[in-house]
């Protein structure tokens, strides 16, 4: 299996400052013969379902507002939020679907300080 | 607009059974692969199993692999999860989700609001 791991596993970041939370895969999750990175972030409110953010280690889901960017290759990625809003409260999950199990990471946990 | 709606949760004692299912409307899941994903209150996600657009594969969590069956009607647009010799352990928010772009491995771009399973004597 693919142990996703993120670091920190909370986090606070004053109004307007970035945010800045890694992932890193336990093996690439680079598909070779297309070139994309099978991985995905998600938050997650209270009470509410993850709600997709980021595909393709990079790609904002149609309606994502554009301070959250995804980056990174391989075995390490990064999701920033560039200005943090109130409303970004909320518990950040990786997972990569380059293979079955597909995994989740631990989740981090981001407050406003 | 795409909704799932989760149903089936509930308590149940060590050693039985809970079918889930999860109704989905404002798409037709006849195309896309589909997903159970299962939440312990307060920690982490955990994917459960995953279901080929037309039932023809499969794939399961170890943890769950003999006991549950995923399953799909194509015709009443809804998806199933068969629980059966259920453990303490599988106590936990389900979710079901959709996977997208036709992959067989994909992100999932939509969730269910989820259905609490207990399982408890």
């Known amino acids: 299996d693919i142990v996703m791991t993120q670091s920190p596993d909370s986090l606070a970041v004053s109004l307007g400052e970035r945010a800045t939370i890694t992932c890193k895969s336990s093996?690439?999750?680079?598909?070779?013969?297309?070139?994309?990175?099978?991985l995905a972030w998600y938050q997650q409110k209270p009470g509410q379902p993850p709600n997709l953010l980021i595909y393709w280690a990079s790609t904002r889901e149609s309606g994502v507002p554009d301070r959250f960017s995804g980056s990174g290759s391989g075995t390490d990625f990064t999701l920033t939020i560039s200005s943090l809003q109130a409303e970004d409260v909320a518990v950040y999950y990786c997972q990569q679907y380059y293979s079955t199990p597909i995994t989740f990471g631990q989740g981090t946990r981001l407050e406003i300080k | 607009e795409v909704q799932l709606v989760e149903s089936g949760g509930g308590l149940v004692q060590p050693g039985g059974s809970l079918r889930l299912s999860c109704a989905a409307s404002g798409f037709t899941i006849s195309t896309y692969w589909m997903h159970w994903v299962r939440q312990t209150p307060g920690m982490g996600l955990v994917w459960v199993s995953r279901?080929?657009?037309?039932?023809?594969?499969?794939s399961y969590a170890d943890s769950v692999k003999g006991r549950f069956t995923i399953s799909r009607d194509n015709a009443k647009n809804t998806l199933y999860l068969q629980m059966n010799s259920l453990r303490a352990e599988d106590t936990a928010v389900y979710y079901c989700a959709r996977g997208q772009g036709g992959y067989s491995n994909s992100w999932n771009d939509n969730w269910g609001q989820g259905t609490l399973v207990t399982v408890s004597s």
């Open positions: 279901i080929k657009s037309d039932g023809s594969s499969t």
């Open positions: 093996q690439s999750v680079l598909y070779s013969s297309n070139n994309k990175d099978y």
